[in-house]
């Protein structure tokens, strides 16, 4: 069973930064995806960061950035502590959002399938990150 627990959401100034944690529990050690997702209220979730990793190939191994998050968001793992990272600098008021922890038992070899909500069969729970101008 796949788990996934967000946390380090909040309240920041535009300008700032935030790190949000995501700690994830069951899944393998190949051949996963996992994404960062937002959603504001009456705007359609969309994907902002993804981190694949694939066993068997290296182009299936890779991360993507949404266009709107490129050179302010950066999303990384710890494998030990099984958690990624999404570090968000420069943070605008249309950040502001509830960001979303999936997973998919898949590598992802092209952006665009990176960023379907679709193919993600795991969620958490979301964390709340406001901007305040």
């Known amino acids: 069973q796949v788990q996934l627990v967000e946390s380090g959401g909040g309240l920041v100034q535009v300008g700032g930064s935030l790190r949000l944690s995501c700690t994830h529990s069951g899944l393998p050690y190949d051949d996963h995806t996992l994404g960062w997702f937002r959603q504001s209220p009456g705007k359609e979730r969309e994907g902002v960061a993804a981190i694949s990793r694939s066993g068997g190939s290296v182009s299936g191994s890779g991360t993507y950035y949404a266009d709107s998050v490129k050179g302010r968001f950066t999303m990384s793992r710890d494998i030990a502590r099984n958690t990624v990272y999404l570090q968000m600098n420069s943070l605008k008021p249309e950040d502001t959002a509830m960001y979303y922890c999936?997973?998919?038992?898949?590598?992802?070899?092209?952006?665009?399938?990176?960023?379907?909500?679709?193919?993600?069969?795991?969620w958490g729970q979301g964390t709340q990150v406001t901007v305040s101008s």
């Open positions: 999936a997973a998919t038992l898949a590598p992802t070899f092209l952006q665009q399938a990176a960023f379907r909500s679709s193919q993600y069969r795991y």
